[in-house]
């Protein structure tokens, strides 16, 4: 008895968000993480318009992918939850579970701009919603993204400006400091960011999820040719776009509160758009492109590879790269290096069936008595 079709929209979603969010996380890990967001800035012309379009393009909207997929993979833990005969509630604390003990690692050892710990937490609150209909999840997602797109704003441009010796600070550590010295610098930023994190971008995230699950429940994401996808890329992409870009482009040049505004309201238009975009996309894939595929969903393990070798190559106690490159060069070593790990995965589920943290967070998904 064989089971239904597996969607194809979500590899090809997740592998795409792949090299958006490392093209944004990378401003980060290679360059100040006090300075870049507040006031984003090129040493050059060309490292001006690589930010821009970084900022225009992919800043808040890789991220509403991310979250739209989660929500798409509660839809899909519930049907086999449903179809095994599971205790779906006991699976998804212990995924939550998982997820906050990856992030929290993470977070203070790699990336303090971690998304795993935002996950877990509004993950928890998305729980209470996994009931509703298809309608109301859609009417309270698209609050929650309307409600983000006012307090946003507000909460970033509140953020005191970083001192200059803290600045000096992290430079003197992220270029010289031992791998210790800069998990501290790391863990103290973690803490600071993490309330901001959840409230920015956890309540944008937890709208996102809201949309994943609909288009779940509503046979949306099993069919890519759904009338809803099309509608979302003819009225969502071009604006969407139009409008990151016009917004990214005043917050970079000219007075910061416009500008940011205009980027935060844009991102979700052109995520949607996005959606619709990647729908258009979607083809039964060759032998190869399927390899490809299977990788992508391993998005994890990507994810936290990022992180750890972004971090080797930049950090002084790896090989020093911190504000020694131009931003052009560090968005290429970015794509480079998720191209390095798509493909070693590729490889690695040709014998394995799950990435390495994909395995990690299997086994504390499934675990009975200890969590």
Not at 14 to 36: D, E, K, M
Not at 262 to 285: D, K, M
Request: contains cysteine; glycine residues 10%.
């Amino acid at each position: 008895m064989t089971g239904p079709p597996r969607a194809l929209m979500p590899d090809y979603l997740r592998l795409i968000a792949l090299f958006g969010i490392v093209v944004v996380n990378v401003q980060f890990i290679a360059f100040s993480s006090f300075t870049g967001f507040s006031k984003p800035a090129g040493d050059s012309t060309l490292d001006s318009v690589a930010l821009w379009l970084v900022n225009g393009l992919a800043s808040l909207k890789t991220y509403g992918l991310f979250s739209f997929m989660f929500g798409v993979g509660l839809g899909l833990m519930m049907r086999s939850a449903v179809r095994q005969g599971l205790s779906f509630g006991r699976l998804y604390r212990n995924r939550m579970i998982g997820l906050l003990i990856l992030g929290l690692a993470h977070g203070c050892l790699l990336f303090p701009g971690d998304i795993l710990t935002t996950y877990a937490v509004t993950g928890s609150i998305f729980y209470l919603f996994r009931n509703l209909p298809v309608t109301r999840l859609a009417r309270v997602g698209a609050g929650l993204l309307l409600l983000q797109a006012i307090i946003a704003p507000m909460l970033i441009l509140s953020l005191p400006e970083t001192p200059a010796d803290i600045v000096a600070l992290e430079r003197l550590i992220l270029t010289e400091g031992s791998f210790l010295d800069v998990v501290l610098l790391r863990s103290a930023s973690y803490a600071f960011t993490v309330p901001f994190f959840l409230l920015i971008q956890g309540t944008a995230a937890l709208g996102w999820f809201c949309l994943g699950l609909a288009a779940v429940k509503s046979g949306m994401i099993d069919n890519a040719a759904h009338p809803c996808w099309r509608l979302a890329r003819n009225l969502c992409l071009v604006p969407g776009v139009a409008l990151g870009l016009t917004g990214a482009a005043i917050w970079q040049w000219g007075p910061h509160l416009p500008g940011v505004v205009l980027t935060i309201v844009a991102a979700p238009i052109a995520t949607l758009g996005y959606l619709g975009l990647i729908s258009a996309i979607v083809r039964p894939p060759g032998p190869a492109m399927a390899r490809v595929l299977a990788a992508g969903g391993s998005s994890l393990s990507v994810y936290l590879g990022q992180s750890i070798l972004l971090t080797t190559l930049f950090s002084g106690y790896g090989f020093g790269l911190w504000d020694e490159v131009s931003r052009v060069t560090a968005i290429i070593i970015a794509v480079a290096v998720t191209t390095a790990l798509i493909l070693a995965l590729s490889i690695w589920r040709t014998r394995l069936a799950l990435g390495p943290f994909e395995w990690v967070l299997r086994k504390i998904t499934s675990a009975r008595h200890h969590i």
